[in-house]
Structure formats: structure tokens, C-alpha cells
């Protein structure tokens, strides 16, 4: 069974970057695709973007153009490079794989 966890939220500035990471635990990363959810504080959860083993990156329009997934299947890692940032990107982002889900981490993202 596949166990997640993620690191790199912090706070940061509006225009900011950061890079989330997701480490993987067992030897359903490689063949699985990576998801990426986020949680706003008073919202719903929501869909970032996906990852697959084969390479095929797919990106929400909210973060489309400022986001980019990526995985690195020696490490058994998948990343979240998050460029341009903006206050309504503040939430607690999940790394999901076989519908496991990570236990998340905040980026809170300031005016």
C-alpha cells in the first residue's frame, strides 16, 4: 500500500514560488498516476492537477500556465513547482495516489 507525505508549504508572498514535494513509500508510484487536490479554508476540495507515469500532465484552468507537475521515479517523488502565486491559492494541498491520500501541507499565500 502506498503511503504519501508531502513538504514545502509555507507563506509566502503574492507573485512568489514554491515547490511542493510528495514522497512515496511502496511500489505503486511508478505505474500510478500522481494527483494533486487543494483545500481553501470555507471550500470545497479541488482538483490542481495530475500526473502520469507516461509523462501526461493535466492542469485545472485555475492554475493552468502557473503550476507545473512533475515526478521523479527514482526518488518516488512527485513535485508541485507553483509559480505566480496568488492569495486564492491559499489551501492545504494533498498529493493523491490510488486514492490515498497524503496528509497535506498549508501554503498560504499573502497580498
Known amino acids: 500500500q502506498v503511503q504519501l507525505v508531502e513538504s514545502g508549504g509555507c507563506l509566502v508572498q503574492a507573485g512568489g514560488s514554491l515547490r511542493l514535494s510528495c514522497a512515496a513509500s511502496?511500489?505503486?508510484?511508478?505505474?500510478?498516476?500522481m494527483y494533486w487536490h487543494r483545500q481553501a479554508p470555507g471550500k470545497q476540495r479541488e482538483w490542481v492537477a495530475v500526473s502520469t507515469p507516461g509523462g501526461i500532465s493535466v492542469y485545472a484552468d485555475s492554475v493552468k500556465g502557473r503550476f507545473t507537475v512533475s515526478r521523479d521515479n527514482a526518488k518516488n517523488t512527485a513535485y508541485l513547482q507553483m509559480d505566480s502565486l496568488k492569495p486564492e491559492d491559499t489551501a492545504v494541498y494533498y498529493c493523491?495516489?490510488?486514492?490515498?491520500w497524503g496528509q497535506g501541507t498549508q501554503v498560504t499565500v499573502t497580498s
Open positions: 511502496g511500489n505503486a508510484f511508478r505505474s500510478n498516476a
Open positions: 493523491v495516489c490510488r486514492s490515498k
